[in-house]
């Protein structure tokens, strides 16, 4: 049985606890497009701090991705600590293909 995909509210937070680590991957790619086409680009992303598969699978896919300048873990006290990750994106240059 396929699920419908469930939208996502886009903002400067993804909640990833009900993800499974198998999805996070194409997520962040897909979430991040869009925060850039939307002139965000500073995303706290929360993974928990559980066994650290999750975060561990986040960082991974972070330092894959072209659209991420930088990334800072842990996120501070205040965002969340060990279990969420502050994301910085590029903006969008001139010539990048942001689409909408």
């Keep these: 049985m396929d699920?419908?995909?469930?939208?996502l509210p886009i903002t400067n937070e993804l909640d990833?606890?009900?993800?499974?680590?198998?999805?996070?991957?194409?997520l962040l790619e897909e979430?991040?497009?869009?925060c850039r086409r939307l002139g965000v680009f500073e995303v706290r992303v929360i993974h928990g701090k559980g066994s650290g598969t999750?975060?561990?699978?986040v960082h991974a896919r972070l330092a894959q991705l072209e659209?991420?300048?930088d990334?800072?873990?842990?996120?501070?006290?205040?965002?969340?600590?060990w279990g969420a990750t502050w994301?910085?994106?590029r903006p969008a240059a001139k010539n990048d293909r942001v689409t909408e």
């Design 16 to 26: 990833l606890h009900t993800f499974r680590p198998s999805e996070v991957g194409s």
């Design 87 to 89: 994301v910085r994106l």
């Design 3 to 7: 699920e419908e995909p469930v939208p």
């Design 71 to 81: 990334w800072a873990w842990p996120a501070g006290a205040l965002s969340g600590g």
């Design 54 to 57: 999750l975060r561990q699978g």
């Design 31 to 34: 979430y991040f497009r869009e």
């Design 67 to 69: 659209d991420v300048m």
